[in-house]
């Protein structure tokens, strides 16, 4: 286990307060010295979330919220000029069928699968494009149900990305925090 400090960030117990509420523990063996980042990160592949470095040297643990309100809205008059882009993947890009393997303690530990696909991308891309997950470290297969229906809500969609700048006002937001466009 790890304890946090309590002069830690407040994201990190925010964070750990959001898994916590979707019924995600874990089972991790980490077989190797490596930097806690690597650790973190390996952990974040399971779960989903963000670290994030700040200038000041510290991280920010960022769990995902649908619930979370935006901290910046921004339009048209806050970009910098000419600065905006906005590109969005190809369809034949996103994973429509995917499966994992978790470890299953109800069943003496053993390795078992759960699935989740998006039948209107099947039928939109009229085949299915299939991906394969790591959820070995799940070890209750609710949790890698939840979890791998979350993956199939994110990857069968194009990902979206923007590129912008900003006046210095918006410095005090930090990487990882909500903003509406």
């Given at each position: 286990?790890?304890?946090?400090?309590?002069?830690?960030?407040?994201?990190?117990?925010?964070?750990?307060?959001s898994?916590?509420e979707?019924?995600?523990?874990?089972?991790i063996v980490?077989?190797?010295?490596?930097?806690?980042?690597e650790?973190?990160m390996?952990?974040l592949?399971?779960v989903?979330?963000?670290?994030?470095?700040?200038?000041?040297?510290?991280?920010?643990?960022?769990?995902?919220?649908?619930?979370?309100?935006p901290?910046?809205?921004?339009?048209?008059?806050?970009?910098?000029?000419?600065?905006?882009?906005?590109?969005?993947a190809?369809?034949?890009?996103t994973?429509?069928?995917?499966?994992?393997?978790f470890?299953d303690?109800?069943?003496?530990?053993?390795?078992?699968?759960?699935?989740?696909?998006?039948?209107?991308?099947?039928?939109?891309?009229?085949?299915?494009?299939?991906?394969?997950?790591?959820?070995?470290?799940?070890t209750?297969?609710?949790?890698?149900?939840?979890?791998?229906?979350e993956?199939?809500?994110?990857?069968?969609?194009?990902?979206?990305?923007?590129?912008?700048?900003?006046?210095?006002?918006?410095?005090?937001?930090?990487?990882?925090q909500?903003?509406?466009i």
């Amino acid at each position: 286990g790890c304890r946090w400090p309590s002069t830690a960030r407040p994201g990190l117990p925010a964070a750990a307060s959001s898994w916590a509420e979707t019924g995600y523990g874990l089972k991790i063996v980490f077989s190797r010295p490596k930097p806690v980042g690597e650790h973190i990160m390996q952990v974040l592949g399971f779960v989903g979330g963000w670290l994030v470095g700040r200038a000041d040297g510290t991280l920010s643990l960022r769990a995902p919220d649908p619930d979370a309100a935006p901290s910046a809205v921004l339009g048209d008059g806050d970009f910098l000029e000419g600065s905006f882009s906005f590109k969005r993947a190809a369809w034949d890009t996103t994973w429509n069928d995917l499966s994992g393997k978790f470890t299953d303690a109800a069943q003496d530990y053993s390795e078992r699968a759960v699935t989740a696909n998006n039948a209107a991308s099947i039928q939109l891309l009229g085949l299915r494009r299939k991906k394969s997950v790591d959820l070995t470290a799940f070890t209750d297969r609710s949790a890698a149900q939840r979890r791998i229906e979350e993956l199939r809500d994110v990857e069968s969609y194009p990902a979206a990305s923007f590129s912008f700048d900003v006046p210095r006002d918006y410095a005090p937001l930090d990487q990882g925090q909500l903003l509406e466009i």
